[in-house]
């Protein structure tokens, strides 16, 4: 916000429809390099739409429709010689249950966004980068003695760093989380959000979370929507202190409805 | 939205307990005074039950803000609230303990002769009551106006106090035996002097309540 070239991600007049239900309304916001953003706000608001958008998740949906612009580094995110799947290696995504390929192991899991991506490797390297996006993802000391045995013989909050590590592989400049800690405990939710707050520091996140205590302790911004508007964008200290918008009042402390 | 209505319920019950301890506070401060004007020991001896009322609120004020932080994660406006909540209470506290010094100056003073009738004093007691009545009252409502205007006659007790400085010397320069006795009233006159300052901080926390900016520390105010 401070510094607009720094912003990796500039979105204005976005607006988004699912057939005659339009579900945002001409959203404009940038999103600034190595920050964490939480989009915050109640069911139905628009929040998991939003951040589909970014990586072109609609595509396929019928009905979808959008109009406004989406650029990333320059670049027209719905531009007609953009490749989503070459755009989905810039823009990851981490979703709300961990999804771990089933019949892969550890290692696998990680090496496989690699490979689907198209980057032939020689093996070191390949290990080599395998562990970096584990360590990354925290997860490398309590998986480094079992890498060859399934993804799935983690435990939930493990499998969830494991995707981490799986869309950090392939070094994304942006990395979309959609409630990535929702279906898990507390000793897990607290490991991922420190993980955020780490990667933080190298990498631009975008969170979508339903909980505002999560929201208040990871993210550098908070952006509020409601019923498909960009009600307020701020940093989050004062968004959770002294926001500037009443209805952005009304939702954090709880009066809402 | 029970949980919202219980909130907001504690909220209002923690409001009713900073009010209760502020009007104790009051009413310390005028009994101590009056006491010492009218020469009136009757009146002191409510103050130290007072005190005791004021000492368990405190505690309690604490502990019901502590819990409403761990248990609700308030936010906002709320969260602002419960914060000036926790910092009036350390200023009424402060208010109750200068009420007791002046208390324990006036049994002093009413064991002695008169030094002489006291104008200043009182006057500034009235100030600084005047300045506690407002800022509790910006404090209920939510008044940041209020609170700001209330700020500036701290200005008016600051004067009083160097005032009655200036007369008693007067005294003790030309009669040593007066030392004790101005002594003791120039030490009254500091006490109600800090009571205004605190009344001051409770307005700054009322204005931070309500605006959410801080103005400590900035000076004369516009």
Known sequence: ?257 | MTAARHYSEALGALKEMVLRMGGLAEQMVHNSVTALAERNLEMLAGVRPMENQVNKLHVEIDEVCLEMIALRQPAGGDLRFIAAAMKINTDLERIADQAVNIARRAEMLLAVPSLKPLIDIPHMARIADEMLKSALDAFVDGDDELAMTTIARDDEVDHLKDQVFRELLTYMMSDPTTIPRAMELILVSRALERIADHATNVCEDVIFMVKGKDVRHQGPLA
Request: net charge neutral; charged share 25%; with cysteine.
């Open chain 1, 1 to 257: 916000m401070e510094n607009m070239n720094n912003d990796v991600l500039k979105i204005s007049g976005l607006s988004a429809w699912f057939g005659s239900n339009q579900v945002l309304r001409n959203i404009a916001m940038n999103i600034g390099r190595n920050t964490v953003t939480s989009i915050m706000g109640p069911s139905g608001c628009g929040k998991s739409t939003f951040i589909r958008c970014i990586n072109r998740m609609h595509d396929l949906t019928p009905g979808f429709r959008l109009s406004g612009s989406l650029v990333y580094e320059g670049t027209d995110i719905y531009g007609e010689r953009v490749d989503p799947v070459a755009l989905r290696r810039k823009i990851g995504m981490v979703f709300q249950q961990p999804n771990p390929f089933p019949r892969m192991s550890i290692f696998e899991n990680v090496a496989v966004g690699l490979k689907l991506n198209g980057m032939k490797m020689p093996k070191s390297e390949l290990a080599g980068r395998v562990e970096k996006s584990l360590r990354m993802a925290a997860l490398w000391n309590e998986a480094k003695d079992h890498l060859s045995r399934p993804g799935t013989s983690l435990s939930g909050g493990q499998q969830q760093r494991l995707c981490i590590a799986r869309a950090l592989a392939v070094e994304p400049g942006i990395l979309l989380m959609d409630e990535p800690c929702s279906a898990l405990d507390p000793v897990s939710t607290g490991k991922i959000e420190e993980l955020i707050e780490d990667l933080g520091e190298k990498y631009t996140i975008v969170v979508v979370t339903h909980n505002m205590q999560q929201a208040a302790r990871i993210s550098d911004f908070v952006a509020f929507f409601l019923m498909g508007d960009l009600i307020e964008l701020d940093r989050s200290a004062k968004i959770f202190t002294n926001p500037s918008d009443k209805r952005t009042e009304e939702y954090i402390t709880g009066r809402f409805g």
